[in-house]
């Protein structure tokens, strides 16, 4: 199978028997494919850092992180722990690479490089699930794997892996069922949170970093997604999770431990020597409590506790992290190892249970780097898989699909009707010679004002759903960029996917609008203006979707509209905003050249009978340009996308790191 070599097996082989989980056929299966995806001949990833400091850059710079020193092999499984505001998620975040650390070195394979160069290679499992609650457990994390997993995979083998993952998550009798969210929940809590883990294992990650993932989980479920997380560490993935007040049976689940305490290390290395390393400093813990919590209290300074008949009195933060930093276990070792020693089974146990890491050679190094090229489905691909799955978002959303489109067609009777009354009898000119006498009072206003309430109303059925098309998702959109998914692939597909809204929506408008008003205007001229103008009102909405708020949005998002149709050159007339030499300003928004096709086009068919250039010179509107209108209805909604996708990509951009 393409990109699926059979060369991990020997990883697979070293997997430990200890865990009962192993013997599960679901489970060897998904350990199969998945030390087939990592490619475990290659060298994997393992951090090390020296003196890791991270000050916030705001205000006068407060110091979260500070002299954390560590090594974490490859293949090594940690956990990370530490009272509230310790700095644990500051440190996972400055090792993801996401948040730049002020001072310290920052080493990947023994080489100091930026880690966010390597974020296809690793996973981060977010503390809130951020899945798409309309689409089913298993749609979450296909798109996941299909996306992240190398391009040269067939559909096929990516469907297996994620049968394997799905199983072994134990997702299989939900696997159909919509996640659904927090306000409308579907599947239980702890199946959304393995689906939250599931998306990040379906791409088959060398690290994979998880910030809580037993939290609010039963016991049998966070001992399963324990066993899981240790069973894909033997692979050779390193795996690092922040974890508070595990159960005793979690907290032994975890090769490793960093314990961090106001943002600097009081004990980094093997789980099972911490007991050891604690009593030596004076403490003593009871044999009935869970050591996880005795920790937690000695690292936060509340040890007191603990040292009765220790004849211990220091129990403060400040003695731990002096006595660790004085026990001489602070500096990184680390050593060359070579490919063979790389594939030898019990030189990588020992590793995982040692705080020694690995520097690559060169070669190494170049294949991880084909490894990273390798990963991720084509730019074409990706566009696809989005707009797909926004399809199914809004299959799903039927609800509002039909509301917005039944919202237009209400729009459409309301300016209908306020047109019905003139029966089709919307301009009254000065009639060409030799007729001219008989001419009575000229009309040039209803025209125009058709094509501004139509621009208003559009605005305000459209606003609203244009601006949910980003407004909603955010956070999945920092977790997938975050973990390399193209930007521009992700924005072209949910546009598409817009496409047949708004061609639906200008459709049941134009219709209703039509039958009522019975405007001069032929139906598929008026069709494309109001389905131009519907695109540029949902470029509008886009924008703001951006900049402002979730709950603010839809608001500013018809705010905006209104403005853009209030531009539309009737109130005050066109011809007043030139004489002000502000006609750029008018010109700049859709709403005047909406008007001015409908002036084109219920003015044109009575040039036989009324002198036209008259009511141009009155209105300030040109005639005869409903192509160039059109055109620029276009070229505003598509510079709208193009601010909106800017917008995108620059905002909040430490978000997507
Ligand atoms: N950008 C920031 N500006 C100011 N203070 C910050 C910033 N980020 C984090 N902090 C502070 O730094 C400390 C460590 O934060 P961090 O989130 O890393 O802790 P934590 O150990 O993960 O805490 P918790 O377990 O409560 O999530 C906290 O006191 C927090 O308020």
């Known amino acids: 199978m393409d990109g699926c070599v059979d060369d991990g ?142 391009s040269s995979w067939r559909d096929k083998a990516i469907q297996d892996h994620v049968d394997s993952l799905i199983a072994c998550l134990q997702l299989t009798h939900v696997q159909h069922s919509r996640v659904g969210d927090a306000r409308k929940p579907v599947i239980s809590g702890g199946q959304r949170k393995r689906v939250n883990i599931g998306m990040e294992l379906a791409a088959a990650p060398m690290a994979i970093f998880l910030d809580e993932p037993t939290s609010g989980l039963d016991s049998t479920s966070a001992a399963s997604i ?23 049976q979690i907290f032994y689940g975890f090769d490793q431990l960093l314990l961090l305490s106001q943002g600097q290390s009081v004990y980094s290395g093997p789980t099972e020597n911490v007991h050891s390393y604690f009593e030596g400093l004076g403490f003593a813990f009871p044999k009935r409590a869970n050591p996880a919590d005795t920790l937690i209290d000695i690292i936060t300074g509340d040890g007191a506790q603990y040292t009765v008949g220790a004849g211990k009195k220091e129990t403060d933060v400040e003695t731990l992290i002096d006595a660790w930093r004085a026990g001489g276990q602070y500096s990184v070792r680390n050593k060359h190892l070579s490919v063979t020693s790389l594939n030898d089974g019990s030189s990588k146990r020992s590793r995982r249970s040692s705080n020694q890491s690995l520097n690559s050679t060169v070669e190494q190094e170049q294949s991880l780097q084909r490894t990273m090229k390798a990963r991720g489905a084509s730019w074409p691909a990706q566009v696809f ?16 699909f039909f509301f917005e489109i039944g919202v237009g067609a209400l729009a459409g009777v309301i300016i209908g009707l306020s047109a019905f009354a003139s029966n089709g009898h919307l301009f009254q000119g000065i009639y060409k010679q030799p007729f001219t006498p008989l001419s009575s009072a000229v009309d040039y206003s209803s025209t125009p004002q058709l094509g501004l309430l139509g621009g208003l109303a559009i605005g305000l059925a459209a606003s609203a759903p244009g601006f949910w098309v980003f407004g909603e998702e955010k956070q999945m959109y920092f977790r997938e960029t975050a973990s390399g998914h193209s930007r521009s692939a992700y924005y072209v597909g949910k546009l598409l996917s817009t496409l047949l809204r708004i061609a639906l929506s200008s459709f049941h408008f134009t219709v209703f609008l039509g039958i009522l008003a019975t405007p001069l205007i032929e139906f598929q001229w008026m069709y494309v203006a109001n389905l131009l103008y519907f695109w540029c009102v949902y470029g509008l909405a886009s924008v703001v979707s951006m900049l402002v708020k979730r709950e603010n949005g839809p608001l500013i998002a018809v705010l905006g509209s209104l403005i853009i149709g209030v531009l539309g050159g009737v109130a005050p007339p066109l011809r007043t905003v030139k004489s002000w030499n502000m006609e750029w300003l008018w010109r700049a928004s859709p709403g005047v050249w909406l008007t001015e096709a409908y002036f084109t086009e219920n003015l044109t068919p009575l040039d036989y009978l009324y002198e036209l250039e008259l009511a141009e010179q009155a209105t300030g509107f040109t005639l005869r340009q409903y192509g160039l209108d059109m055109g620029m209805l276009f070229l505003i909604g598509f510079v709208y996308r193009v601010i909106a996708y800017l917008g995108l990509i620059y905002i909040n951009r430490d978000k997507q790191r």
């Not at 324990?226 to 005793?248: K, N, Y």
């Open 226 to 248: 324990m066993r899981l997380l240790r069973a894909i560490s033997r692979l050779g993935v390193t795996t690092i999770a922040i974890i508070h007040q595990p159960r005793e």
């Open 9 to 150: 097996i020997s990883d697979y082989a070293e997997y430990e028997p200890e865990d009962d989980f192993h013997n599960s056929p679901d489970f060897q299966r998904f350990i199969r494919s998945m030390s087939k995806t990592i490619e475990t001949s290659s060298i994997g990833l393992s951090f090390d850092f020296e003196n890791l400091t991270y000050v916030t850059k705001k205000g006068r710079g407060k110091k979260i992180l500070q002299g954390v020193t560590g090594t974490m092999p490859r293949g090594s499984c940690w956990g990370v722990m530490g009272g509230s505001g310790a700095g644990k998620s500051t440190f996972v975040n400055v090792l993801m690479g996401k948040l730049q650390a002020t001072a310290g070195i920052m080493k990947i394979n023994g080489w100091e490089k930026d880690m966010s160069k390597y974020k296809k290679l690793i996973g981060y499992v977010p503390q809130d699930d951020v899945v798409f609650s309309e689409l089913t457990v298993r749609e979450n994390i296909l798109h996941s794997a299909r996306v992240r997993l190398p």
């Open 385 to 400: 898989y989005c707009f797909k799955r926004a399809m199914t978002q809004q299959v799903r959303n039927s609800t509002s």
